[in-house]
């Protein structure tokens, strides 16, 4: 009967919070010195396991399962925001760490092979993803070359003072790795506000990101008449305006759209802004209500640039990145766990959320299971999971391994 | 016949502009070297023009007219802002030589007295209206004491380093000084829109600056649906629509409303924002418009805080600065002497900026006369005044300062 250790689980959980403790958080930033301490430790504990563990050339942890394939692969990343919670991306290392020993203690799957990864710097402290581009086989060089973190460090050089020159990268075996099962905590307040404690991802959110720039013309605060004046500011707020009512059209209940900074120029009391600067970003689970959103945007910029008065200029600040669909028979082995687990207690849900799982679905089905933040906080010290969530959570990812391994014995 | 030297007043006007020349504008912050140049310049020409020629203990050039009052004091400033036109106070302090000139020149004013001054630090480099305010003997010791410049030089020690410690401070006489009229580029674009020559100014208008701060809960811009944000920024965007509105309801065609600046924290793509920051400025010529208008910002502060879901903060940034209404019959000279030598050309007008005159406006009757500033611009490089406007106004002032005169002295 193939069961998690609990206790084990959360000591495990609880011991890799140690690198980094600040309060209540974790500071963990990728290939830093507490980061490769945990690597090291994590190593050790993948070994332990049965395991055979490297960190490879770019810092990714690798516990590559003795048994023969088909193999699965489950993972997350250890490493943290400059202000981190103690699990985010290391709860789904903790338990596919977990799910291979349990699998190995239980007569009936210890011939299955698990192989558990904590990839690099997902949290792009040098660049995003970095671990799972790296494995899949996406071109990682220019990041290898020219990435900085934010104290201005080549990526190269910490690499180098990590010890990590010269290691061989990991890299996917498409004739070993099957499907890759990634759990996460959900980072929003969703399931929490739901009263369930199991997410079962349909789609990793796509995302647009933008700059716009509105130019009118500065002027004096006191001597120009409202009726002449050419304010960038005014203008970007009757933008806003407009495209909230825009958006609220196209959007479903999971849409997300954002203005995170506002900068007018040249900012002071006095003056009449001249230009006004906005980052936008919006996220949606279709890739068609994405594009409606793009339409819309540009429709509103056509109408504002044809008056005349203000010129609306946009810029791509990232590459967009499109929505990334679940595998639908992964997801139906999580539900069906959960539904064994917890009866009527989970829900499918979108992924707000960027993961590895966006980078790793494009080479073998993928899929996510998340577990409830408290508050719905995330990349806070304050972070949190209740206990009884991270252990059903382990508990039902460990059944949909098994299920899934076994389905793909069969 | 009196007659103003328009040669002779241009070619002052230009002398004044090749101290800190800088293209086609004027570098000459308060007490800086080449600020501290074109005192000793000006002191020599007024010296030159007949009148007692000081540069007080704060930087005030003061031309005393050797004659008996009562006198008229004509002057403004000939400090500019970091990126300040060539006439800006420079003109009114021109004039105000030239008029002193030709009035000495006429047989039937020669015996009028006219005080020539050009104020120290109108622009506030140090400390605004500083010249000013001491001559009319408001308290300034603290500025003397604790002001500083944005390099972080303190007044006294840039006071020092011109070599004007220990002189003596020009104070007001009040049996000599009778009226103070004070001409001025307009430094916006109404009497040019109105197609005028000459503005009459009714009022300098009051000003309230204000900080307001919103806040909200800072948040995962992808797994915080829109329904159960706090988002700030959004919540600031609706603050300043409902107050546009609020604002459009009590202006009239010459009140004015600015947000100058905003600030989302923590700023980026990714972040719901928790906190919003705004500057907001308004100016008006009626105290009661400017308490209506405050009282509509207090009653939309209390409905979004009644909400409860974002807190709305306000702070005085600046004391209120109340409008201050300019002496009747001193418009009333100006007026005949515009419509004698411009008919039609003229129109009556609040100023929307503020002056040295609204210091001295409590203590000595006074006025203001604008000229039209090109395009509207003031405050940079390229603000200029037609050159027939130049000489007009100075024989509007002229004209007025003669009958102001002849009116005190009957």
């Known amino acids: 009967m193939l ?3 609990p206790a084990r689980l959360l000591d495990d959980l609880r011991h890799l919070r140690t690198f980094g403790a600040t309060g209540p958080g974790v500071v963990r930033l990728s290939l830093s010195s507490v980061d490769m301490d945990a690597r090291r430790w994590l190593a050790g504990r993948m070994n332990e396991a049965g395991l055979a563990a490297t960190i490879d050339g770019v810092g990714t942890v690798f516990g590559r399962s003795r048994n023969a394939g088909p193999a699965l692969l489950i993972g997350s990343h250890t490493d943290t925001q400059p202000t981190g919670g103690w699990l985010d991306g290391a709860l789904g290392v903790i338990y596919g760490l977990e799910i291979a020993r349990a699998l190995a203690e239980c007569e009936t799957t210890r011939h299955f092979a698990v192989d558990v990864a904590s990839w690099i710097d997902e949290e792009g402290t040098f660049s995003g993803f970095l671990g799972s581009r790296s494995f899949v086989g996406e071109a990682v060089d220019e990041a290898l070359r020219h990435a900085r973190n934010r104290e201005g460090v ?26 890759y099962p990634e759990p996460h905590i959900e980072q929003g307040g969703r399931l929490e506000a739901h009263g369930k404690s199991i997410g079962v991802v349909t789609t990793i959110v796509g995302i647009r990101e933008l700059k716009l720039r509105l130019t009118g013309q500065r002027n004096h605060a006191g001597t120009t008449p409202m009726s002449i004046r050419r304010d960038a500011g005014a203008a970007l707020v009757a933008f806003i305006a ?17 203005v995170g900074r506002i900068e007018l120029d040249p900012g002071s009391f006095s003056v009449v802004p001249g230009a006004a600067d906005m980052y936008l970003q919006f996220r949606d689970a279709s890739a ?10 540009a429709a509103l910029i056509r109408d504002f640039n044809a008056e005349g008065k ?35 207690q989970w829900e499918r849900m979108p ?60």
Do not use: Y
């Open 3 to 5: 069961k998690i250790n």
């Open 154 to 179: 080549l990526l190269g050089d910490a690499l180098a003072q990590a010890g990590l020159i010269g290691a061989a990268r990991v890299r996917i075996d498409r004739a070993r790795h099957k499907a």
């Open 242 to 258: 407009r495209m909230d009512e825009a958006f609220r059209a196209i959007a479903d209940a999971d849409t997300v759209w954002t």
């Open 288 to 297: 068609e209500r994405l594009r409606a959103m793009e339409a819309a945007l």
């Open 310 to 344: 203000i010129g609306v200029a946009m810029t791509d600040s990232e590459p967009p990145e499109a929505p990334v669909v679940m595998d639908a028979a992964l997801q139906a082995h999580i539900a069906e766990a959960a539904e064994a687990l917890a009866p009527g």
């Open 351 to 410: 992924s707000g959320a960027s993961h590895d799982a966006q980078v790793i679905a494009h080479h073998v089905p993928a899929c996510m299971l998340f577990v409830p933040s408290i508050g719905g906080v995330s990349h806070d010290f304050i972070e949190d999971t209740a206990e009884s969530h991270i252990v059903l959570g382990c508990e039902v990812a460990a059944r949909a391994a098994a299920n899934i391994l076994a389905s793909l014995s069969a």
